[in-house]
């Protein structure tokens, strides 16, 4: 297999590109741990924004897709940090007025 022709366009392809300047197809191998499917999954069960390092350095993601799922991961980060200080104001609410005796 050449890697310097496109499968798709046949047009040439400069080694260090991602993706096909005239189709815009990814072209080479992507190593497992930056498949769309890993990142994806790390960011929103695990690791949050410390899987924004393997999302931009992804190539199975467009510039546009990087842009897009980074504000995305940034967004439900703070969902989950504002539902966190919610829950542990009622928690704090609940003592002090348990301790209150109310
Ligand atoms: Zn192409």
Same mark, same amino acid.
């Given at each position: 297999?050449?890697?310097?022709?496109?499968?798709?366009?046949?047009?040439?392809?400069? @080694?260090?590109? *991602?993706?096909?300047?005239?189709?815009?197809?990814?072209?080479?191998?992507?190593?497992?741990?930056?498949?769309?499917?890993?990142?994806?999954? *790390?960011?929103?069960?695990?690791?949050? @924004?410390?899987?924004?390092?393997?999302?931009?350095? *992804?190539?199975?993601?467009?510039?546009?897709?990087?842009?897009?799922?980074?504000?995305?991961?940034?967004?439900?980060?703070?969902?989950?940090?504002?539902?966190?200080?919610?829950?542990?104001?009622?928690?704090?609410?609940?003592?002090?007025? *348990?301790?209150?005796?109310?």
């Amino acid at each position: 297999m050449d890697i310097d022709i496109c499968p798709r366009c046949t047009n040439k392809i400069d @080694p260090t590109d *991602s993706f096909c300047r005239h189709c815009g197809i990814r072209v080479g191998e992507v190593a497992w741990y930056h498949t769309k499917i890993f990142v994806l999954a *790390s960011a929103f069960i695990l690791l949050g @924004p410390f899987a924004l390092p393997l999302l931009l350095s *992804s190539r199975d993601f467009t510039r546009n897709g990087k842009v897009f799922w980074s504000l995305a991961i940034c967004a439900y980060t703070l969902g989950l940090v504002l539902l966190g200080a919610v829950i542990v104001a009622r928690m704090y609410q609940y003592m002090i007025e *348990s301790a209150l005796g109310r």
